[in-house]
């Protein structure tokens, strides 16, 4: 069964542009490289990669790219460009000519909620598709619902959501996520990663039944069609090791047929990201 761990991080940790890890978190506060990876994937039985923006610069894309350059097991990259420019077609004719370059990601949920709706962003979004990139939605559940208005202007433009949009599964998540997730859901296409779950947990006491139920609405409402794997290493590393991660998945999908289980492990990054 071909595996690919559709949503990870690699960054050389810089303390000042990297602010986001806090002194608490001091397990991912250094370098995170492609052979730190490597073995990981090998040790669970997967076999190649998509590499995620961590850092909202050019120089991130252009370093992500360098990487995935040097290892083939990187399959694909989404990257940052700054979707509110005017030189948006110039950017995006420009990383055109990347082939492992195959989407782009904004950190959405470090911004207010009406960024979301800024003529200028909706634009640059409107732009992605007509060079064939895709988008990661990386949002808070309070984002849904307006994160709904972007997604109702395009059928046509590919759309992932990353991490569920973050439900809080430690203290129990807002009462309007699961309906947020399923009107979301009903836009054909908008996949979802079933990725970065225990982070959102209690970080060292979380169990399979806390997560589960989460990872049941995304199946319902998304089939396992729409699903896709991610292990968010090494972030996952902050409540659980990269094998744990893996072991969950595994875990969870063995009650699906073996087909289904090739569409999330793989098939389904493949078809999204053209690997």
């Keep these: 069964m071909e595996k690919v761990d559709a ?98 990601r904004h950190i959405l949920q470090a911004e207010p909620i009406e960024f979301i709706l800024k003529p200028e962003f909706q634009r640059g979004i409107s732009a992605l598709q007509l060079y064939g990139f895709t988008y990661d939605i990386l949002i808070y559940p309070q984002h849904l619902s307006v994160t709904l208005d972007l997604i109702g202007g395009s059928n046509e433009q590919k759309f992932i959501l990353d991490h569920l949009a973050k439900p809080n599964i430690k203290n129990g998540t807002s009462a309007t996520w699961a309906s947020d997730l399923k009107k979301l859901a009903s836009h054909k296409n908008v996949f979802c990663k079933l990725s970065g779950m225990v982070t959102e947990a209690d970080h060292k006491a979380w169990t399979k039944e806390d997560i589960y139920p989460y990872m049941d609405k995304a199946l319902e409402f998304f089939g396992p069609e729409r699903l896709l794997f991610g292990s968010d290493w090494p972030v996952c590393q902050l409540a659980a090791s990269y094998g744990q991660v893996c072991d969950l998945m595994n875990d969870y999908l063995d009650r699906l047929t073996i087909h289904e289980q090739e569409l999330i492990w793989g098939k389904n990054a493949t078809l999204f990201y053209n690997l």
């Design 7 to 104: 949503h990870q991080h690699f960054w050389k940790f810089d303390p000042i542009r990297d602010n986001w890890i806090t002194e608490d978190m001091e397990v991912i506060r250094h370098d995170f490289l492609p052979h730190d990876l490597r073995p990981l994937l090998d040790a669970n039985g997967l076999n190649s990669c998509i590499a995620v923006q961590a850092d909202q610069s050019e120089n991130e894309t252009n370093f992500l790219l360098s990487l995935a350059t040097e290892n083939d097991f990187i399959k694909g990259v989404v990257g940052w460009i700054d979707l509110c420019a005017d030189t948006i077609h110039e950017q995006l004719e420009h990383y055109s000519q990347f082939p492992k370059l195959k989407g782009f």
